[in-house]
């Protein structure tokens, strides 16, 4: 009698419904594609979809002037940092590490500060101020009054 091994072949499945992501040795990844993306599997969809977002959240991440020198910038970023977290957008670590450098830009604020005071005078802090405020929305442009009112405004006060 002769001793037969059956062995089991596995039908390879159609490469169309094979996820496409190829890894760095050149290998391909060999799970089934999902449903919900045209060529990667659960996973890999996953990371994709985390890498893009990456991008919208850094974008939302920008300070109001793009240069955190206020502390409205600074302030304005960490409510948004404070959104992201809350809706679950953004890792707890990742989250943690951000509101650590939000703290170290607020202590130096009042060094900027100084710095712009020294540079421009106060009035120039002022400057810098306002036109940020205008510029991003908060506060409208202030009108320059009539010439008579400017004259009025001139003019010493008498007690």
Same mark, same amino acid.
């Given at each position: 009698?002769?001793?037969?091994? #059956?062995?089991?072949?596995? %039908? $390879?499945?159609?490469?169309?419904?094979?996820?496409?992501?190829?890894?760095?040795?050149?290998?391909? !990844?060999?799970?089934?594609? #999902?449903?919900? #993306?045209? +060529?990667? !599997?659960? %996973?890999?969809?996953?990371?994709? @979809?985390?890498?893009?977002?990456?991008?919208?959240?850094?974008?939302?991440? $920008?300070?109001? +002037?793009?240069e955190f020198t206020t502390a409205t910038d600074i302030n304005h970023v960490v409510g948004k940092?404070?959104? /992201?977290?809350?809706?679950?957008?953004?890792?707890?670590?990742?989250?943690? /590490?951000?509101?650590?450098?939000?703290?170290?830009?607020?202590?130096?604020?009042?060094?900027?500060?100084?710095?712009?005071?020294?540079? !421009?005078?106060?009035?120039?802090?002022?400057?810098?101020?306002?036109?940020?405020? %205008?510029?991003?929305? /908060? %506060?409208?442009?202030?009108?320059?009054?009539?010439?008579?009112? @400017?004259?009025? /405004?001139?003019?010493p006060r008498r007690v």
């Amino acid at each position: 009698m002769k001793n037969t091994k #059956h062995s089991r072949s596995r %039908v $390879a499945p159609e490469e169309s419904s094979l996820c496409q992501f190829p890894f760095a040795d050149g290998r391909q !990844c060999r799970m089934f594609r #999902h449903e919900s #993306h045209p +060529s990667l !599997c659960i %996973v890999h969809a996953r990371e994709e @979809q985390q890498l893009l977002e990456l991008d919208r959240i850094g974008a939302q991440l $920008a300070s109001l +002037s793009g240069e955190f020198t206020t502390a409205t910038d600074i302030n304005h970023v960490v409510g948004k940092l404070f959104k /992201l977290v809350a809706a679950n957008r953004i890792p707890r670590r990742n989250a943690e /590490l951000l509101a650590y450098l939000a703290q170290l830009l607020l202590f130096s604020q009042k060094d900027v500060k100084h710095e712009q005071t020294i540079a !421009c005078g106060y009035l120039g802090w002022e400057k810098i101020i306002r036109d940020l405020y %205008v510029r991003v929305g /908060l %506060v409208r442009p202030a009108q320059t009054p009539p010439p008579e009112a @400017q004259a009025l /405004l001139a003019e010493p006060r008498r007690v």
